[in-house]
């Protein structure tokens, strides 16, 4: 017996509830990215990644692994040295030992008028930005707490230069 599931289409709307967008991304932390992507695939069957890698804003170097499996991406971040680092190393182990945490879900935004409704209701409902990032040509993003939650929510607005990168990630 094969079993379909039927779902409701995306929400793709500038209707309020910040978790009420398309969530398309779930984020992970590590303190070693080659580690965490083979922890992943032999254990997971996560084993096909795209990558980048770049220096951050004060000195210090983020690199991130992104796998597709079916319509959700899967993103792996490692930020090292450095205050801008924290934001993406505060939840790993203080001793320094290998870990692999939980950090956000990310969610699409498709449209300049869903955009500004999301940045509005942040800021109508009054929560807290942890990460606000602008690249030109690549994508502007945003991350809020959710300390209810226990992890951030991302959201991503592509310009063409993201969508096409997203494009070109492996598929699991």
Not at 77 to 97: H, M, N, Q, V
Request: negative net charge; proline residues 3%; glycine residues 12%.
């Amino acid at each position: 017996m094969t079993v379909t599931l039927n779902r409701p289409a995306e929400p793709v709307n500038s209707l309020s509830g910040l978790m009420r967008k398309e969530q398309f991304q779930t984020g992970y932390v590590t303190n070693d990215l080659d580690r965490a992507c083979k922890l992943l695939g032999e254990t997971y069957g996560i084993d096909k990644y795209s990558f980048i890698e770049g220096e951050m804003g004060d000195g210090g170097s983020i690199r991130v692994a992104f796998a597709w499996v079916g319509g959700n991406m899967y993103e792996i971040i490692d930020a090292k040295g450095g205050k801008d680092a924290e934001f993406y190393t505060d939840r790993l182990p203080k001793d320094g030992s290998f870990g692999l945490v939980f950090h956000h879900l990310g969610y699409m935004i498709h449209n300049g008028e869903e955009w500004d409704a999301v940045k509005a209701e942040i800021a109508k409902r009054k929560m807290t930005v942890a990460l606000d990032m602008a690249t030109e040509g690549f994508m502007d993003a945003i991350y809020i707490e959710a300390p209810e939650l226990g992890h951030y929510l991302e959201y991503l607005y592509p310009a063409q230069g993201g969508l096409q990168f997203f494009d070109a990630v492996p598929a699991n």
